[in-house]
C-alpha cells in the first residue's frame, strides 16, 4: 500500500545534499591545516598537519583500534546499565509521586558531584579494570535518561488515557500500549545525549587509571612528544562519536517513524 | 431507584444520577462547586444531551458517569452497578472532543485497542466498524495523516468496537469544521439506529442536541444544576432536513429559553 509515509521520506537527491555539504567542509578544513603547517613550518610536536596524523593512524591501527575497542566496551557497558537502572527508576516514579520525590534528589545530588571526584573511590570498589571506567561511564549518563523517562512515561495523551481507563484497563496495560511508546521520543533524545557523554566518561576515567583504552594512548602519546598519535586518537573518538550518534538516530528513525520528529 | 434493575428489560435505566454534588479545589483554598443536587436518567438504547454554558459541569457529570473521577455526595448507577463496575464490564465506551488516537497504531490497530485490552480478538467486527464510519480506505494509514473528522470517527469506532452498552460523548465534534461537524451529526444518527445504544452526549450546539436527542437536559452555569428536561418530539429516522420543521424549530426555541432563564435570573 502507498501509505503516507512514502510522501515523506526523503528523496535520494537530498541524500546527497545532506551529506555533501559537512564532507566539503570538513575536506576544506584539513587542507587549510595541511597548507599552514607546512607554509608556516610549524613544528610538528606542536601541531602536525594532517598528512602526519593519517600517516600515524595508518602505520598502526591495530593500536587505536583495540584502545578505541577498550574504551568503547566500557562507555557502552557504563550507558547500558545506567539507561536501564534509570529508565526502571522512572517506571517508578512515573507511577507514583511519593516515589519521584524520593528518587529525584539522590539522583540530583549524583548529577551536581563532579564524577570525576569519584574516581579513586571507585578504584578501590572496583579495582584498576574496567569496573571503574564502566562506573564513571554509567554515573555520567544515569540522569539524562533519568529525567527524561519520567517526563517521557508522564507524556501520555489524555484522551487516550481515558480511553483506556474506561475499559478498566490494568496499570501494565497501559503501560504497555500507551505509557511505554508515548515514552520513546524522550528516551532516545536521552540517548542521543548521553552516548558522547559515556564516551567521556570512559576516557576520562583512562586518564586517570592510566591503564588501557584510548585515555591512556593519549597519555603516552603525550609523554612521548607524538603529537600525530595524539591527534590520531581525538580523530578516533570523534568518529566513534560521530557513529554512535548516528546509530541512534537510525534506530530512532525506524522506531519511530510515527513521530512528528520523523523526516525533520 | 432500585439497584437489582432487570439490564435486559425495556425502558430499564442504563444511567441514574440522584442527587450528585462535586466541588473542586479552589486556587484561593476554597472549594469550587461545580455540581449541585444534578438528577439525570438515561433509559436503555435512549439518547441524551447535556446542553449548557461553558463551567456548568457538564464535562464533570460525564466523568463521574464514566467513572474516570470519584462522586463525592449522590448515587450513580450505571447499568444497575458503580460507573466502576460497567467499566468492569467494558460496557462504556467514550468519545472526547479530541481522538486520543495512538499514533503509532495505524487506523485498523486504533479500532481494535479496546479488544486488545480486553482480550477479545474480533477482526470482523473491526472491519464492520471501519465501513460503518466510512473509514476502511485508510484502515493502514496512521492518525497523523488523516484529517480531523476522520480521526474522530476513528475514536467514534473505537468507542463502539467492544459492544459497549452507553456510549459516553464529550463535545465529540467540538473541535471540528462546520462541514464536519455536520456529516458526523448525520453519521452518529445512522450508527445509533444500528447499535441502539443508550448515549449521553455533551454538546454545546443548541442545534446539534435537539436533532440528535431523545431528550435534552439543560444545565445552569456556576454551580451546575438541571434546569430543565425537554422532550424532542421529531420522528426518527432523523436527518438534516428535519432542522427545518416546525417541531424542530419549537424544541430549539425552548432549549434556548431554558438556557436564557438563568442569564435572566443572574441578572435579577
Redesign the interface.
Known amino acids: 500500500?502507498n501509505?503516507?509515509?512514502a510522501e515523506f521520506s526523503m528523496p535520494r537527491s537530498s541524500w546527497a545534499a545532506a551529506v555533501l555539504p559537512p564532507v566539503v567542509a570538513l575536506t576544506a578544513i584539513l587542507a587549510l591545516w595541511e597548507v599552514y603547517v607546512r607554509v608556516r613550518d610549524v613544528k610538528d610536536y606542536l601541531l602536525p598537519p594532517p598528512s602526519a596524523v593519517f600517516r600515524a593512524l595508518w602505520d598502526d591501527p591495530d593500536r587505536f583500534a583495540s584502545a578505541a575497542a577498550t574504551s568503547l566496551t566500557a562507555a557502552l557497558g557504563g550507558l547500558v546499565l545506567a539507561s536501564g537502572i534509570a529508565f526502571g527508576l522512572a517506571v517508578l516514579a512515573a507511577h507514583s509521586r511519593v516515589l519521584e520525590r524520593a528518587i529525584y534528589p539522590p539522583a540530583l545530588l549524583v548529577k551536581v558531584t563532579p564524577i570525576v571526584a569519584l574516581y579513586p573511590l571507585l578504584a578501590i570498589w572496583f579495582g584498576f579494570g574496567i569496573g571503574p571506567k564502566v562506573a564513571i561511564a554509567a554515573l555520567i549518563t544515569f540522569f539524562p535518561m533519568l529525567v527524561n523517562a519520567i517526563v517521557g512515561l508522564r507524556s501520555v495523551?489524555?484522551?487516550?488515557?481515558?480511553?483506556?481507563?474506561?475499559?478498566?484497563?490494568s496499570r501494565w496495560?497501559i503501560f504497555r500500549?500507551?505509557r511505554f511508546?508515548s515514552s520513546l521520543p524522550y528516551v532516545f533524545a536521552a540517548l542521543r545525549i548521553s552516548v558522547p557523554l559515556s564516551l567521556v566518561g570512559a576516557v576520562v576515567a583512562e586518564f586517570l587509571s592510566g591503564s588501557s583504552g584510548m585515555g591512556q594512548l593519549i597519555l603516552i602519546a603525550n609523554g612521548a612528544f607524538d603529537t600525530a598519535s595524539l591527534f590520531g586518537a581525538v580523530f578516533v573518538l570523534a568518529a566513534l562519536g560521530v557513529s554512535l550518534t548516528a546509530l541512534v538516530g537510525y534506530v530512532e528513525g525506524r522506531v519511530l517513524d510515527?513521530?512528528?520528529s520523523a523526516g525533520a | 431507584m432500585t439497584s437489582t434493575l432487570d439490564l435486559a428489560a425495556d425502558g430499564a435505566l442504563t444511567v441514574s444520577v440522584r442527587g450528585v454534588t462535586h466541588r473542586y479545589p479552589g486556587a484561593d483554598g476554597r472549594a469550587l462547586l461545580a455540581l449541585d443536587g444534578v438528577d439525570l436518567d438515561v433509559r436503555a438504547g435512549e439518547f441524551v444531551s447535556i446542553v449548557g454554558p461553558s463551567g456548568c459541569g457538564k464535562s464533570t457529570l460525564l466523568r463521574l458517569v464514566?467513572?474516570?473521577i470519584a462522586s463525592q455526595a449522590g448515587g450513580i448507577e450505571v447499568l444497575g452497578g458503580t460507573p466502576?463496575d460497567a467499566?468492569?464490564a467494558?460496557a462504556?465506551?467514550?468519545v472526547?472532543?479530541?481522538?486520543?488516537?495512538?499514533?503509532?497504531r495505524d487506523v485498523a490497530a486504533n479500532v481494535r485497542?479496546?479488544l486488545?485490552?480486553?482480550r477479545t480478538p474480533d477482526g470482523a467486527r473491526v472491519n464492520a466498524l471501519l465501513e460503518q464510519v466510512g473509514i476502511a480506505d485508510f484502515a493502514?494509514?496512521?492518525p497523523?495523516?488523516l484529517s480531523g473528522g476522520m480521526r474522530q470517527r476513528v475514536?467514534l469506532a473505537?468507542?463502539l468496537v467492544?459492544r459497549p452498552r452507553l456510549l459516553?460523548m464529550d463535545e465529540p465534534f467540538g473541535a471540528l469544521d462546520e462541514l464536519s461537524r455536520e456529516a458526523m451529526r448525520v453519521e452518529l444518527l445512522r450508527i445509533w439506529e444500528q447499535e441502539r445504544i443508550a448515549v449521553l452526549f455533551v454538546t454545546h450546539s443548541v442545534a446539534e442536541a435537539v436533532l440528535l436527542s431523545d431528550r435534552v437536559v439543560v444545565m445552569s452555569g456556576r454551580p451546575g444544576r438541571v434546569r430543565a428536561v425537554i422532550d424532542v418530539p421529531l420522528p426518527r429516522p432523523r436527518g438534516e432536513a428535519q432542522e427545518s420543521s416546525a417541531a424542530f424549530i419549537e424544541t430549539a426555541a425552548a432549549v434556548r429559553a431554558a438556557l436564557r432563564a438563568g442569564d435572566d435570573g443572574g441578572a435579577a
Do not use: I, K
Open positions: 500500500m501509505g503516507p509515509a495523551d489524555p484522551q487516550a488515557l481515558d480511553a483506556m481507563r474506561v475499559l478498566a484497563a496495560e500500549r500507551l511508546p510515527w513521530h512528528v | 464514566a467513572g474516570l466502576g467499566q468492569r467494558h462504556l465506551g467514550l472526547a472532543q479530541e481522538p486520543g488516537l495512538l499514533p503509532w485497542l479496546p486488545d485490552v480486553t493502514g494509514y496512521r497523523g495523516a475514536a473505537r468507542a467492544h459516553l
